[in-house]
Nanobody, 114 residues
Framework: VQLQACGGGLVQAGGSLRLSCLAS????????MGWYRQAPGKEREMVAL???????NAADSVKGRFTFSRDSAKNTMFLQMNSLKPEDTGVYYC?????????WGRGTLVTVSS
């Protein structure tokens, strides 16, 4: 299984970006899918998760600003990020769990300038 994330870039504070993650296999098979991020000098943290049963979870810091969605027909998951803040800067990774194995995309860099 391969995951390919894209959509990162440089944006001013208050702006928006939409990240996409294309999977090489059916995302309907994933038990859990998620977006994570790693800021410079910090550990990777969970941004948002969604389970196969459509239960969701999100970091408190992004609630109300980020939206996780998926298009099973296109094997793609999305992270719509609005009202971006400088502290949202980091490398964003998509993740999918299948048969007990976590698969990760290579990451896409998001930089939010103040």
């Amino acid at each position: 299984v391969q995951l390919q994330a894209c959509g990162g870039g440089l944006v001013q504070a208050g702006g928006s970006l939409r990240l996409s993650c294309l999977a090489s296999s059916s995302i309907s098979s994933f038990v859990v899918m998620g977006w994570y991020r790693q800021a410079p000098g910090k550990e990777r943290e969970m941004v948002a998760l969604i389970t196969r049963g459509s239960s969701t979870n999100a970091a408190d810091s992004v609630k109300g600003r980020f939206t996780f969605s998926r298009d099973s027909a296109k094997n793609t998951m999305f992270l719509q990020m609005n009202s971006l803040k400088p502290e949202d800067t980091g490398v964003y990774y998509c993740q999918g769990r299948l048969a007990g194995i976590d698969y990760w995309g290579r990451g896409t860099l998001v930089t939010v300038s103040s």
